[in-house]
């Protein structure tokens, strides 16, 4: 168990605040020291801090590089985990620190430097180096090496521990070509302007270098060491409102506050004295699921804290010292991490016994000496046993626990299947498998890849002996053979960070008797137990699990009803805007056929007939249109709720209006059957207008026969007329000419 290292850092004040706060700083530096004190240079005793280093203004980053990191990167490349993260508000020197400029590297250009001059120096190991650059902003993991690999998911492996799925890590063969991918990385970086710095950085960043080595000689048989090392820049702990944020800044602060606030409770917690500790938040911010094992677990960490030395600046720089003082308090156990084959076993156990016996050696009877070595190996034939057997044992376990990934696995599809009924947004590649991940990367660091992925480069200066040896162990079938081989150790860097190493007790030769056998005998019998229960337990379970399988397909077919219900309810909308279209058409031409037979259009009747027709019409349209924006899914997926919500009020609008319709289809009904009572009428009328039309005509002609009669009796009458104007004319002449007559034969009665 280790403490955190902790230190302070004060950057030297700004040239346009040193001018103005006449150049002497309130904090004061003295050994591991740092004190505030006020103007007229008195120390204020409640705030003064040690720490296991503390920086001055004029301190370097070399300097800082070789106080404070430079073991834990020494250490990392012997096999331990490391973490070097720096904290502070905005401006205070965090990425001067972690970065640095052209002339004073920064921590992580010389950790990556350093660790390959090491490497150099180590001429019986051999090493395969990968490296990954991620950011941390508004809480979602991008990766800086590959940008298309955005919002990166943190998941959880009962083996691997937590990991961040996706990340693109590249093997990397020399310093040169770190530099290069952190410089290209740093583009990537998200920048912001806020009154606090021009340049401060809005994000948190983390640069991760696995290491692995082993032995040059006998590597079959030596164990493989891997440990991460991890260089974190924060971004900025001050308050919002000092940062005259807002907007996309304010966002971005809240996020920054939330996740230092929840690495601030966590190292709370961990400060706490373990009786006192509850549970440790982790999970509740990125940065601490992902920094976990560096915080209270298996790393050798180190925090720089940074303050900035303006008189302005003196709440925050004391809230940074507060946080560091309770990290000093954080206790860290960091072992080496070892992944331990059966060949390095047994190499270990017979240098244990070769050691014994050159101790024995000379001090004892030759008999004794035989006895021992009989007894050794009579001993190492048992231990050969119990192996076997704890490979069996591991293997059950490992099968129930595959079982319970596959039960947990199926329980995570039902859910996710759930929610993509309800979101119809299915997030795939829940769990995307790390084996196959790093298979993948070293991989392509062994052939020359031209498959188009992103180019990983090819591994030219390492041996490429131990890098296909490595891709051989990254397989899946030597993964399990060296989880089996390592007593439940998973050969996975990732893992290694929680898992506590294998420490292999010396084989007791000394005290080497018949007891000796008897006890193996003994503890092979307890094996042969542990796994007949362990069978047992794993019948039962496989019982469970079978009826785990039946009810997940019974739910399956459940999601796919459902599924088939959920794609009817989706044609509902356009069923309904079909048969509101029609609706509509259907009373337009009513309507108009209304307002045709409307005989009073300014009557109160027909006035509220239009008005009504009007409010229906209009709220017909707006459920089409309704309709239709459903159907041209202008709203997005994730107003679907609000569609939805929508979709029930406009269903309730609908019902209304069906019911409209309905009293308007009433009335429709009497004035249809008003309209045909009517038009029997007119009918009728016609009827009766076309007899008297027949009528009319007969009488007509009769007319015309009466008429003609008349003139015939008229002309008849004129004929008479004139026949009797001449009897009468021919009477007269008569009568003259009787007169005449007369006359003369009086005037001359011979005559007669
Ligand atoms: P942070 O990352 O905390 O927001 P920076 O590292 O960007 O802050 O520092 C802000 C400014 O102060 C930069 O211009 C940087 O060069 C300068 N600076 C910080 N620390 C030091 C230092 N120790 N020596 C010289 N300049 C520094
Ligand atoms: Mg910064």
Known sequence: MEKICVAVRVRPPTPESSSSEN?????????????????????????????????????????VYELLTKDIIHAAVEGFNGTAFAYGQTSSGKTFTMTGSETDPGIIRRSVRDVFDRIQMISDR???????????????????????????QIHEHLERGVFVAGLKEEIVSDAEQILKLLDSGEVNRHFGETNMNVH?????????????????????????????????????????????????????????????????????????????????????????????????????????????????????????????????????????????TDAALLKRQKLEIEELRMKLQGSHAEVLE?????????????????????????????????????????????????????????????????????????????????????????????EPSFVVARSKYSGLSDFNTWTKLNKGFVPDLDQLQFTPAIKRQPTPLIAATTECSRENQKVVEDLKSQIELLTSEKDSLQVKFSEQVVLNNKLLGEISELKEGTLHMKEIPKLLSESVANCKDVYKDVIVTMKTLMAEKESPTAKLFFGVTGITTSLLSTLESQFSMILDGTRSGAMEEKLKSELSIVKERYNELEKELSLDKLLLKASRESHERLEKEVQFLKEERDSLDVAVSQSTQRLRVIASDKENALKDLNVELCLSSRQKSLMSFHNEIKSKMQKLTTQNPKLK
């Open 126 to 152: 051999e090493f395969l180096i990968r490296v990954s650059y991620m950011e941390i902003y508004n809480e979602e993991i991008n990766d800086l090496l590959a940008v298309e690999n955005q919002r990166l």
């Open 370 to 462: 035989q006895e021992i070595l009989k007894l050794s190996n009579q001993m190492l034939k048992y231990e050969l046993e119990c192996e076997r057997l704890k490979t069996q044992l591991e293997e059950e376990r490992g099968k129930q626990k595959e079982q319970e990934q596959c039960i947990k696995e199926q329980q995570l599809k039902i859910e996710n299947l759930n929610n993509l009924v309800t979101n119809s947004d299915f997030k795939k590649n829940q769990s995307e498998d790390f084996i196959s991940l790093r298979r993948t990367q070293v991989g392509r660091c062994n052939v020359n890849d031209s498959s188009g992925f992103p180019g990983t480069p090819c591994f030219e200066s390492a």
């Open 23 to 63: 150049g002497s700083s309130l904090w004061k530096v003295e050994d591991n020291r740092i004190s505030l004190h006020k103007s007229l240079d008195t120390p204020i005793s409640t705030a003064s801090y040690a720490f296991d280093h503390v920086f001055d203004e004029r301190s370097t980053n070399a300097c």
């Open 200 to 340: 401060s950085s809005r994000s948190h960043t983390i640069f991760r270098m696995v290491i692995e080595s082993r032995g040059k000689e006998n590597s079959s048989t030596d164990a493989i060491r891997v440990s991460v090392l991890n260089l974190v820049d924060l971004a900025g702990s001050e308050r919002i409102a000092k940062t005259g944020a807002g907007g996309v800044r304010l966002t971005e602060g809240k996020y920054i506050n939330k996740s230092l606030m929840i690495l601030g409770n966590v190292i709370n917690k961990l400060s706490e004295s373990s009786k006192l500790r509850a549970h440790i938040p982790y999970r509740d911010s990125k940065l601490t699921r992902i920094l976990q094992p560096a915080l209270g677990g298996n790393a050798k960490t180190c925090i720089i804290c940074t303050i900035a030395p303006e008189e302005h600046h003196i709440e925050e720089s004391k809230g940074t010292l507060q946080f560091a003082s309770r990290a000093k308090r954080i206790t860290n156990c960091a072992q080496i991490n070892e992944i331990l």
